[in-house]
Nanobody, 125 residues
Framework: QLQASGGGLVQAGGSLRLSCAAS????????MAWFRQAPGKEREFVAG????????YYADNVKARFTISRDNAKNAAYLQMNSLTPDDTAVYYC????????????????????WGQGTQVTVSS
């Protein structure tokens, strides 16, 4: 199971740190990612980190503002979000993947076999 937390209401320009805690699995063996889904929109890739921790991936619209990280010792992944804007308002989901081709498929929901329940992030203007 994956448990996402850390969402909330924040003003534009503010920051939040999301956490994804894993239970019943060892994140060391998984690539980890964050997706988000705004009302009426499809779920979209936000950021991903390879299980080797050597590669990270970001959507263009969050690059330089968001940072994904993982702590295998704590069996968790994180998403630090800075300079938030109202366009970042969405439910954020953490996900885990074991695909062998993560560099090519990290942005596709089909690459992920485990999903957390989501945490709401609301950014007010």
């Amino acid at each position: 199971q994956l448990q996402a937390s850390g969402g909330g209401l924040v003003q534009a320009g503010g920051s939040l740190r999301l956490s994804c805690a894993a239970s019943g699995l060892t994140v060391r063996g998984y690539h980890m990612a964050w997706f988000r889904q705004a009302p009426g929109k499809e779920r979209e890739f936000v950021a991903g980190i390879a299980r080797s921790m050597s590669m990270t991936y970001y959507a263009d619209n969050v690059k330089a503002r968001f940072t994904i990280s993982r702590d295998n010792a704590k069996n968790a992944a994180y998403l630090q979000m800075n300079s938030l804007t109202p366009d970042d308002t969405a439910v954020y989901y953490c996900a885990a993947s074991r695909t062998a081709s993560y560099s090519g498929y990290h942005g596709s929901t089909d690459a992920y076999v485990l999903w957390g329940q989501g945490t709401q992030v609301t950014v007010s203007s």
